[in-house]
């Protein structure tokens, strides 16, 4: 079944009140309208509980002036306001869709030629929307998956605070200490980390014999075990350091700051990975997909956190759709390109969760990898794909088999190869 605009419109029952929300951090604007478009009352409200209430009210007033037999709230989901509004109204068991917010700007700017931009005017372009059937369907992460769409968020923030903090070490390094990177690849690792925290000015460590520049690092490990002959080659290499004097002490004191705060995300991360594995095993879903071969369980919980139960869908294209990975067409004036472009108008996080997934399925799963070389090596005529193309195609491939397992209640199976026949 498509989902096109006609079957959107019917989701919007005849003689609805419809509210339009454009949200903000401290108030929000509703415009209360009917569906020939007719503006019947504005209002500002408070981002609270009692603002919610008011609005409420109000809606049930305008419902006995304009005798509607029931309300219907279209809001807008620009930044992140519109979801503690967006909670509150299905805990009330009131109807509501989302309007995006790229939609409706260009709305706005297209009847309008004036330009015009208030909050108003965003509510009465989102009511207007929702009349259309210009909306999306509201679906509100609820129990482990509201809880593993946290942590998974908890997660993508930690690994990018994670790689700040090193990239920050490695440029600190190229004025303090250049040559460190060259005898550690990984400046943050047990070793490295402890001759950063320990001593990192080249000069200090020139200044100690080798035998004291190696007890030193070991007594900072207590008792772990370190790479004692790459401490020696950087005990050489600081002999004769180009790295700058001036300003030293300091700068070896932010990076041990640096180091102390990397250990820290590292046993957050730690922590985290435990929750994500506990909650996966607490889906529906999370058995199904960890079948199959190549999927870790930091792939499977961003998949299943972007798109929360498998129920909610009907057919494997719109996981597709919201990973923004299905071909779109681009055509004009009877060209087309020679590549089929994607549209990239999903979530982006779930389209990068599903891209990470299968980098190692490509390598590691025997039924993805036949595949991928079969796309790859395919003749001239037959349109033979690029590597990139060949993810893409694997995107879609692991959202369907995903979809497919989950809909059958199946464990993955690598399929049989089929036995060739062979006539004499």
Known sequence: MKNSTAKKRKQVPAGYLVVGVDPHKKKHAAVFMTQDFMTHSKLKFDNSREGFE?????????????????VIFAIETGAHHWRNLAYFLDEKGIPLRLINQFTLKRRREGKDLNHRKNDYRDSEVAAQLLCTGEFNAAR??????????????????LVKEKTRIVNLVKSLLDGLFPEFTQVFKNPCGQTAASVLCTCA??????????????????????????MKGKLRVLHHVAMTSIGIGAGAQSVSSEIAFLIEKLRLIEQQLRQINEALTRLVHETMEGKYLLSIIGLSYVSVAGIIAELGSFSSYQNAKQLIKMAGSNPTESESGGKRH??????????????????????????????????????????????????????????????????????????????????????I
């Open 54 to 70: 008011t609005v409420l009210e109000r809606a049930r007033t305008e419902m006995l002036k304009t005798e509607c037999r029931g």
């Open 140 to 157: 509100l992460s609820q129990g482990v998956y509201a809880e593993l769409r946290a942590a998974y968020g908890s997660y993508r923030r």
């Open 201 to 226: 000015v080249p000069q200090a460590i020139a200044g100690m014999t080798e035998s004291e520049f190696v007890d030193a690092i070991k007594a900072a490990c207590q008792g772990r075990r370190i």
């Open 338 to 423: 020679s590549h089929t472009p994607i549209s990239k108008q999903g979530r982006p996080v779930l389209r990068h969760c599903a891209w990470t997934a299968v980098i190692p399925m490509l390598r590691f799963n025997p039924d993805f990898r036949d595949w991928a070389k079969k796309l790859r090596e395919r003749p001239a005529g037959a349109n033979p794909l690029s590597g990139r193309e060949v993810m893409v195609a694997a995107v879609n491939k692991l959202l369907r088999l995903a979809f497919a397992l989950v809909k059958n209640q199946a464990l993955y199976q690598i399929p049989e190869s089929q036995p060739v026949e062979i006539t």
